[in-house]
């Protein structure tokens, strides 16, 4: 592990630096949100933010993704596969609770039969340079996940405001790579380093936001047809704010355009999810669609996976319409005595 | 309007023990700074949960639609006024519905609130008369509630419920000097290209989330266009040219129905301005029609109606 630091102010001359063998995207303020775009030398890379409005799944599994073009002929079709992703790219600025969902991500598109080629090819092509957040927000729950303010999980590269300057540790080669080609980077003095821990454990006992999941998953397994769903699902709108927000989510709808096959961003909240072609639909009310929403993050990707399909980054706690917060609903569960 | 809360309660407490409803639809504490979230009130005992205060924000006429049970519902001016539209739909059965109506003095737009802070984070709020206390880490700030409204709210000229069963307080004097459409008229004066722009600017943003369609309370379309599979009817991608589709057909289908809550713009989590769009709508069914939707359950809707006397040759 290498320890380096750069002053504020050459911030964008390392981005600069980054940008001449990759692709550089990074978080920039537009009115009034903070969303990841590429970084060119027209715009500058905000790193004074709480985080992105929209999580950086969208950089691997894009909202509408063309899969390939094909064309028929009377007796014949051609497919013609899209390009590979060659271009190597640097996403900067990303928070430890989103570079952990690009790992549980990974493991859920990587895993079994069918992998999603289309969103590994650009994780392969990707470096990860993370920033820790001294600052949690009170809607952040990421150490109930097992995550922390400071987590490198997923990352190559982190971040850390110390001020004047920003605290660099290697986390990967990958990472250590990317670094060497910097020369003019300087080693970080031993103040620097405890500098930089002492914020992380401040940043630590800053997230008061608890949730406790140690029975969720359990108390779950017993709970598909508890009146609990009734009520719970009584205020959801089924709209989509909560699964497009989400760092995590990443289902899928796939669509005819012309002759291109093209997948788009579809969410298990809304009503033609589950319908089927004879017209049957298996989830038709809001309540069996907040129950799959539900069992998805903290039953079944338990037992698939160990580990919760939720990085407590609160996004949608803070953008749902009607205040439906996730951390109340797995409260009411965990409180929940069940037979 | 501590007052307000306890008229709500007790009437609720009423209409609940007398059996006039199965369930009352209000608000209730909402889990972060300056937000309230529906409550489905079935028992006494959770009377007490309802809230009233200027964070009272969602349009719960939308949970009304399609309540097979009798349904108390609390209601501001632009609800009570969805409430007609929808009843006068027959999407509502009005015998079906107590409406408790509450004078309304504007909700607040924590978004402007957020962005006054520059990235201060609002961990309390106290809202008292006219001023939001608002406190974080090493700061506290007194805002006037009056800057920091829902642009709908600030030029809402029907803050009295025009139907209601049980009024909570006394009817505030209706403000009749805003010019509401001030905004509309500024778009107007600019050249279609422009608009054009501003428009593809203001909706390249959208994620398709349809927050702004699902927190409208007419939108109740069993099945929504955009929602068509089999054959597909719209596009469903973010590409632009499918977003714009998506939002001109939905603007044009609440067309002299909306009565301009502002429920789609509060509920959007990319900021975007979605009133604007369908504020010029109303401003035609104005000027055209002297007619403005919900301030009444007899009044049919102009673009729901024929007359034989129509001065247009087509629709004969």
């Known amino acids: 592990m290498k320890w380096k630091t750069i002053e504020k102010r050459n911030f964008s001359a390392l981005v600069e630096e980054l940008a001449k063998e990759n692709e550089v995207i990074g978080p920039l303020k537009e009115k009034n949100t903070v969303t990841s775009v590429r970084i060119t030398s027209e715009n500058e890379v905000c790193l004074d933010f709480w985080n992105t409005k929209k999580p950086p799944k969208e950089v691997f599994f894009p909202q509408t993704e063309t899969l390939f073009t094909y064309r028929t002929s009377k007796n014949d079709a051609e497919i013609i596969e899209s390009p590979a992703i060659r271009k190597k790219m640097v996403l900067v600025g990303v928070r430890p609770c989103d570079s952990r969902s690009l790992v549980l991500l990974d493991k859920f598109l990587s895993s079994g039969e069918h992998k999603d080629v289309y969103y590994l090819e650009k994780r392969k092509n990707a470096t990860i340079v993370g920033l820790a957040c001294n600052h949690p927000l009170s809607t952040c729950f990421c150490t109930s996940l097992g995550g922390s303010p400071s987590g490198k999980e997923g990352m190559d590269l982190l971040l850390q405001d110390i001020n004047d300057k920003y605290l660099i540790q290697t986390v990967t080669e990958k990472g250590e790579k990317l670094l060497e080609k910097i020369s003019w980077l300087k080693d970080a003095k031993k103040a620097d380093i405890e500098k930089g821990k002492k914020l992380s454990s401040d940043a630590e006992a800053a997230v008061r936001s608890k949730v406790s999941l140690s029975d969720v998953s359990e108390k779950l397994d017993k709970m598909f047809d508890d009146p609990f769903w009734d009520q719970i699902c009584q205020k959801c709108l089924g709209c989509g704010v909560c699964t497009f927000l989400c760092p995590t989510c990443c289902c899928f709808d796939v669509l005819e355009e012309g002759e291109e096959r093209v997948r788009i961003w579809d969410s298990c909240q809304f009503l033609c999810f589950a319908l089927q072609g004879s017209g049957h639909n298996p989830r038709p009310s809001g309540k069996e669609r907040m129950r799959q929403r539900i069992m998805h993050k903290f039953n079944y990707f338990v037992k698939n996976y160990g580990k919760s399909f939720c990085v407590g980054c609160g996004r949608c706690v803070q953008e749902c319409p009607v205040n439906l917060d996730i951390r109340d609903v797995v409260k009411t569960i965990s409180a929940r005595k069940v037979e | ?316």
């Open chain 2, 1 to 316: 309007m501590e007052n307000f809360e306890d008229s709500i309660r007790e009437v609720a407490e009423k209409l609940l023990r007398d059996k006039k409803v199965d369930l009352i639809i209000g608000y209730e504490q909402g889990t972060l700074p300056l937000r309230t979230t529906p409550c489905f009130v079935e028992k006494l005992e959770d009377v007490k949960k309802l809230v009233w205060n200027a964070s009272c924000d969602a349009n719960l006429s939308k949970y009304v639609v399609g309540k097979k049970e009798k349904v108390g519902v609390v209601a501001k001016g632009c609800d009570a006024r969805l409430i007609a539209v929808c009843a006068v739909e027959n999407q509502i059965p009005r015998e079906n519905v107590v409406v408790i109506g509450v004078p309304c003095q504007g909700v607040i737009d924590r978004k402007k609130i957020e962005a006054k802070l520059e990235g201060k984070e609002v961990l309390e709020a106290v809202v008292k008369d006219e001023q939001i206390k608002v406190e974080g880490e090493g700061f506290e700030v007194v805002l006037p509630k009056k800057d920091f409204l829902c642009d709908s709210c600030h030029t809402c000229r029907h803050r009295n419920p025009p139907i209601y069963d049980v009024l909570i307080g006394e009817k505030l004097p209706q403000s009749t000097d805003k010019n509401e459409f001030a905004e509309v008229s500024s778009l107007e004066s600019k050249s279609t290209e422009e608009r054009w722009e501003h428009f593809k600017e203001e909706l390249s943003t959208c994620i398709r989330c349809y927050a702004c369609r699902n927190v409208c309370p007419l939108c109740y379309c069993k099945m929504c266009f955009v929602d068509q599979s089999m054959p597909t009817w719209f596009g469903k991608t973010n590409d632009l040219s499918d977003t714009m589709i998506y939002h001109i057909v939905r603007a044009f289908h609440v067309a002299g129905r909306c009565v301009d809550c502002g429920a789609c713009t509060r509920a959007c989590p990319m900021a975007i301005n979605l009133r604007e769009l369908v504020k010029k709508t109303e401003k035609i069914m104005k000027e055209r029609y002297n007619y403005e939707a919900g301030l009444g359950l007899e009044e049919v809707p102009p673009l729901g109606e024929f007359k034989m006397e129509d001065s247009q040759e087509f629709i004969k």
